[in-house]
């Protein structure tokens, strides 16, 4: 019965093969597929997010909770700044499909880590930790996934709507 909590974050971040997350949608990572660089790369607005910006963000805080789950010492994050990365030069589709990796690398590493914690300690805090328990760690990244998720899915909507209205104007 104390695996049942554990078990629950887990499956928020990673349904099992042939499921969707409770909310019906993709991961994060799931989310990228078919998305080219420079779909990626495209912003709605100025100062608002791209999906690439969105999808080194997820990564990031992936990472960082990671870093909290599994006890030593840690690499640095391979991007920067941290938070937001900035989008390499070039921004191509090579540089995409690295980041695309980067971000599932950093999803599979969190799923290991959290299959290998246990659920007894998610009542703890974290070594220096000083606000979050474990438990509100891993809820928090299976939202912060969600969220920035239903983002990424709002932006690819909104570049075919763009795209469909480009044509239909071209046509008229």
Avoid: C
Wanted: hydrophobic share 40%.
């Amino acid at each position: 019965m104390a695996a049942l909590p554990l078990d629950l974050l887990l499956w928020n971040l990673q349904p099992a093969p042939g499921q969707k997350s409770w909310h019906g949608g993709a991961s994060p990572v799931g989310a990228l597929r078919g998305v080219s660089a420079q779909q990626a790369r495209w912003r709605p607005a100025p100062r608002r997010k791209s999906v690439w910006e969105l999808a080194l963000h997820i990564a990031y805080w992936k990472y960082t909770v990671r870093r909290h789950l599994v006890a030593g010492a840690h690499p640095r994050f391979p991007r920067s700044p941290a938070n937001f990365p900035r989008l390499p030069e070039p921004a191509d589709e090579a540089a995409w499909t690295r980041d695309v990796a980067l971000l599932r690398s950093e999803h599979d590493r969190l799923v290991e880590a959290v299959r290998a914690f246990g659920g007894r300690r998610l009542q703890a805090l974290p070594p220096g930790g000083k606000r979050w328990t474990y438990g509100e760690l891993l809820l928090g990244i299976a939202a912060h996934d969600a969220y920035h998720t239903g983002q990424i899915q709002l932006l690819k909507r909104l570049w075919q709507e763009r795209a469909q209205l480009g044509r239909s104007s071209s046509l008229g």
